[in-house]
């Protein structure tokens, strides 16, 4: 066989992972303090920063405000360095804009929009390294700057890609690498506590056999990626919280 | 954010007797965070924060012809982007401020708690505070910032156009035929005031810290030119910074000059001058905002950057000299 293989025969990936697990995960919340809320986020090499303002008053023309909810603005940009060969422009291509238009369809799925007529939230995203896996990394990211911002939201909402190795064997969070040889990529973001998927989206193909298999395996992923960003919340909360002396008083008592 | 009479007043006053608004005199630049090697696969990269502006430099370098008149030199290209943070000043333009709230100043105490906890070097110019009053930049409005982004862009180009300030010459590979393009792209995250002096030296840094890939032999063909690099990471040429420029902006407000200023103070200036400093020469200046100077207080403005330029400069290469330390860079620390 020329291609090499996904996944070796002793079960481990290029990166030396197993099929189940993650790359890496790191975030933080509250980096900046100019937006409402903003987070850093590295799932593995791929970096991700996110800025969340408001809900203010909407911006620009009036007639796009909603009288019932709240409207949602995402931007999503890569850095011109942020991926191997220089980018022309950091945004407006259709890629770009696909990724906004799918990021926003999945952050309105969980924040409390009715909660805030005429307003808008603005919710930017900026990629710094591109490393595979950018959606999910930008999901998870926007999620816990909303998180940072105080806005209400149902749940966490968690991303993840999968996909099928050797046309049997279902593997999560796609590296740069894998995506690049070939294999299919199912991407989901999903609301982990309740199981319910918000949005689904595939490139090339497999087997209709399969896809119960591998989406359960992304759902996984974005059940253990929830924990990670709860673990983190919980920190930051504790951080802040001991800065504002609510973990003394509490001691007292 | 726009400022009362009142607090404009108060900044002046300020000013006036020298000591302003955060704890400052008027040569004081605020605390700096500076870290290398933040962006992996770039060939240099730096990132800045001074007090709230965040500048984040990457730099890549390409093969490409050399311009027809200039068969010696490489060249070099400048591109800002300040979208992430500039619609944010936008917004909160429109925004009231609401900073008086308890919560969100205890919020805003603690990250900068945990700013302070993981300062590495602080430029020793000074012991300033970090400013507070952080948003809002009038100068940020329009389509993305995009005016802002090209005037600090055609700034630096001009600022480095010199080739007393940097030696593009070491870029050539062959005379005429091929040379290394240096593309420094700066990416804003975040505006608290006196981007161009972050910005400047944040590409400094950035191109201090470049490997050049060294090359080891060029074959000629016809009109083909192939070249082979080096593969061996650590070897590579460093390039030469010891004259690139560094910006300072001074800024005019009531009858005295201050540099670094943050937001508000910018808001009150009447006009503001952007010195590039390289070695103790200037390489460009640049008269900024709405307001006219008189002659003598532009000398003035320019003896004050000179001044400062050269100060900041000594500090950025005292910086530099000790070796910086390993382990996690980046925005978790």
Same mark, same amino acid.
């Given at each position: 066989?020329?291609?090499?293989?996904?996944?070796?025969?002793?079960?481990?990936?290029?990166?030396?992972?197993?099929?189940?697990?993650?790359?890496?995960?790191?975030?933080?919340?509250?980096?900046?303090?100019?937006?409402?809320?903003?987070?850093?986020?590295?799932?593995?090499?791929?970096?991700?920063?996110?800025?969340?303002?408001?809900?203010?008053?909407?911006?620009?023309?009036?007639?796009?405000?909603?009288?019932?909810?709240?409207?949602?603005?995402?931007?999503?940009?890569?850095?011109?360095?942020?991926?191997?060969?220089?980018?022309?422009?950091?945004?407006?291509?259709?890629?770009?804009?696909?990724?906004?238009?799918?990021?926003?369809?999945?952050?309105?799925?969980?924040?409390?929009?009715?909660?805030?007529?005429?307003?808008?939230?603005?919710?930017?995203?900026?990629?710094?390294?591109?490393?595979?896996?950018?959606?999910?990394?930008?999901?998870?990211?926007?999620?816990?700057?909303?998180?940072?911002?105080?806005?209400?939201?149902?749940?966490?909402?968690?991303?993840?890609?999968?996909?099928?190795?050797?046309?049997?064997?279902?593997?999560?969070?796609?590296?740069?690498?894998?995506?690049?040889?070939?294999?299919?990529?199912?991407?989901?973001?999903?609301?982990?506590?309740?199981?319910?998927?918000?949005?689904?989206?595939?490139?090339?193909?497999?087997?209709?056999?399969?896809?119960?298999?591998?989406?359960?395996?992304?759902?996984?992923?974005?059940?253990?990626?929830?924990?990670?960003?709860?673990?983190?919340?919980?920190?930051?909360?504790?951080?802040?919280?001991?800065?504002?002396?609510?973990?003394?008083?509490?001691?007292?008592? | 954010?726009?400022?009362?009479?009142?607090?404009?007043?108060?900044?002046?006053?300020?000013?006036?007797?020298?000591?302003?608004?955060?704890?400052?005199?008027?040569?004081?630049?605020?605390?700096?965070?500076?870290?290398?090697?933040?962006?992996?696969?770039?060939?240099?990269?730096?990132?800045?924060?001074?007090?709230?502006?965040?500048?984040?430099?990457?730099?890549?370098?390409?093969?490409?012809?050399?311009?027809?008149?200039?068969?010696?030199?490489?060249?070099?290209?400048?591109?800002?982007?300040?979208?992430?943070?500039?619609?944010?000043?936008?917004?909160?333009?429109?925004?009231?401020? &609401?900073?008086?709230?308890?919560?969100?100043?205890?919020?805003?105490?603690?990250?900068?708690?945990?700013?302070?906890?993981?300062?590495?070097?602080?430029?020793?110019?000074?012991?300033?505070?970090?400013?507070?009053?952080?948003?809002?930049?009038?100068?940020?409005?329009?389509?993305?910032?995009?005016?802002?982004?090209?005037?600090?862009?055609?700034?630096?180009?001009?600022?480095?156009?010199?080739?007393?300030?940097?030696?593009?010459?070491?870029?050539?590979?062959?005379?005429?035929?091929?040379?290394?393009?240096?593309?420094?792209?700066?990416?804003?995250?975040?505006?608290?005031?006196?981007?161009?002096?972050?910005?400047?030296?944040?590409?400094?840094?950035?191109?201090?810290?470049?490997?050049?890939?060294?090359?080891?032999?060029?074959?000629?063909?016809?009109?083909?030119?192939?070249?082979?690099?080096?593969?061996?990471?650590?070897?590579? &040429?460093?390039?030469?910074?010891?004259?690139?420029?560094?910006?300072?902006?001074?800024?005019?407000?009531?009858?005295?000059?201050?540099?670094?200023?943050?937001?508000?103070?910018?808001?009150?200036?009447?006009?503001?001058?952007?010195?590039?400093?390289?070695?103790?020469?200037?390489?460009?200046?640049?008269?900024?905002?709405?307001?006219?100077?008189?002659?003598?207080?532009?000398?003035?403005?320019?003896?004050?950057?000179?001044?400062?330029? &050269?100060?900041?400069?000594?500090?950025?290469?005292?910086?530099?000299?000790?070796?910086?330390?390993?382990?996690?860079?980046?925005?978790?620390?």
């Amino acid at each position: 066989m020329s291609k090499k293989e996904l996944l070796s025969k002793i079960g481990l990936r290029l990166d030396g992972r197993r099929a189940h697990e993650l790359r890496r995960i790191r975030c933080k919340l509250g980096v900046f303090t100019e937006p409402d809320g903003s987070a850093y986020m590295e799932q593995g090499l791929t970096k991700v920063l996110a800025a969340v303002y408001g809900p203010h008053q909407v911006r620009g023309s009036k007639s796009k405000a909603h009288h019932d909810n709240c409207l949602i603005n995402c931007q999503f940009s890569m850095a011109v360095f942020s991926t191997t060969d220089r980018k022309k422009r950091p945004r407006g291509d259709r890629k770009s804009t696909e990724l906004s238009m799918h990021l926003q369809q999945a952050l309105e799925s969980v924040i409390k929009t009715e909660l805030y007529p005429w307003s808008q939230i603005d919710v930017y995203v900026e990629v710094l390294h591109a490393d595979g896996g950018i959606y999910p990394t930008c999901v998870n990211a926007a999620t816990l700057a909303l998180i940072d911002a105080g806005i209400p939201i149902k749940e966490y909402v968690c991303a993840c890609t999968a996909s099928l190795a050797n046309n049997d064997v279902p593997m999560v969070d796609i590296s740069h690498q894998e995506e690049v040889m070939g294999g299919p990529t199912l991407t989901i973001a999903a609301l982990p506590m309740s199981g319910k998927i918000v949005l689904m989206e595939m490139s090339q193909r497999f087997h209709l056999d399969h896809l119960d298999k591998v989406m359960n395996k992304a759902l996984q992923g974005c059940k253990d990626i929830r924990q990670i960003l709860d673990a983190a919340v919980r920190l930051h909360v504790r951080d802040i919280g001991s800065a504002t002396g609510w973990a003394l008083t509490s001691y007292n008592e | 954010m726009g400022l009362s009479e009142a607090e404009k007043t108060y900044v002046l006053h300020g000013v006036e007797e020298n000591l302003r608004v955060d704890g400052r005199d008027r040569e004081e630049y605020r605390p700096m965070e500076l870290e290398t090697d933040v962006v992996s696969h770039a060939f240099g990269s730096a990132r800045l924060r001074l007090a709230n502006t965040d500048v984040l430099v990457a730099v890549k370098i390409e093969v490409d012809a050399p311009f027809p008149e200039r068969p010696y030199e490489g060249k070099l290209e400048f591109f800002v982007d300040c979208s992430f943070s500039s619609m944010i000043t936008w917004v909160l333009n429109k925004m009231k401020p &609401q900073m008086a709230s308890s919560p969100m100043n205890s919020h805003m105490a603690s990250k900068k708690m945990l700013a302070k906890e993981r300062t590495i070097k602080m430029i020793s110019m000074d012991i300033g505070l970090p400013s507070s009053s952080a948003n809002a930049t009038p100068n940020f409005e329009g389509r993305g910032g995009e005016v802002l982004a090209a005037e600090i862009s055609n700034c630096l180009s001009s600022a480095y156009c010199s080739s007393l300030s940097f030696d593009l010459t070491k870029l050539c590979i062959l005379q005429g035929k091929k040379c290394w393009k240096l593309y420094v792209d700066i990416l804003i995250l975040e505006c608290g005031g006196n981007l161009f002096d972050a910005i400047s030296i944040a590409v400094k840094v950035a191109l201090r810290n470049t490997q050049v890939p060294r090359v080891k032999c060029i074959d000629m063909d016809g009109n083909n030119v192939e070249i082979s690099v080096c593969h061996d990471m650590f070897d590579c &040429q460093r390039l030469n910074v010891e004259n690139a420029p560094v910006m300072v902006t001074v800024c005019k407000i009531g009858d005295k000059c201050i540099v670094d200023p943050d937001v508000a103070e910018e808001q009150c200036s009447v006009g503001s001058v952007v010195v590039a400093v390289s070695g103790n020469r200037f390489s460009t200046v640049l008269q900024t905002g709405m307001g006219s100077l008189h002659p003598l207080t532009l000398v003035d403005c320019l003896k004050m950057g000179h001044k400062v330029g &050269q100060k900041l400069d000594e500090a950025v290469k005292e910086v530099l000299k000790e070796s910086l330390r390993g382990g996690d860079v980046g925005f978790i620390k």
